[in-house]
């Protein structure tokens, strides 16, 4: 059987989530499968990089990410997967605050629900 053929776009954190999930759903339905995973730039992640500046080491990405409502669980589920349990660390409640940007200033979430 030929394996069906699947390019995705961008190796930042969702090419490279998208990558990684469909090869373990075809392995699992034992679907042949190739994956073409193209970037513009000289290396993969996106935003997400180790960088030294002089005589320190920084990261330069997200630091979090929101483990509740809909879509939380599923993305505490995938750092399972990749086997990132014991790395994850729960915020402090002082630190749970959300914004949107609305008219170019910085506004509470979910103080607006759905009108915004």
Not at 43 to 65: L, N, W
């Amino acid at each position: 059987m030929n394996a069906h053929l699947v390019a995705i776009i961008g190796g930042g954190i969702s090419g490279l989530s998208t990558a990684y999930e469909l090869s373990r759903l075809a392995s699992r339905e034992k679907i042949p499968l190739r994956i073409t995973l193209l970037e513009a730039q000289d290396r993969f992640g996106g935003v997400i990089r180790t960088f030294d500046q002089e005589r320190f080491t920084a990261e330069a990405a997200a630091d979090a990410f929101y483990g509740g409502g809909p879509w939380g669980s599923e993305a505490v589920e995938f750092c399972g997967s990749l086997g990132l349990s014991e790395e994850l660390i729960e915020a402090s409640a002082s630190f749970r605050r959300f914004y949107i940007f609305k008219n170019k200033k910085p506004v509470p979430f979910p103080q607006y629900g759905r009108s915004f």
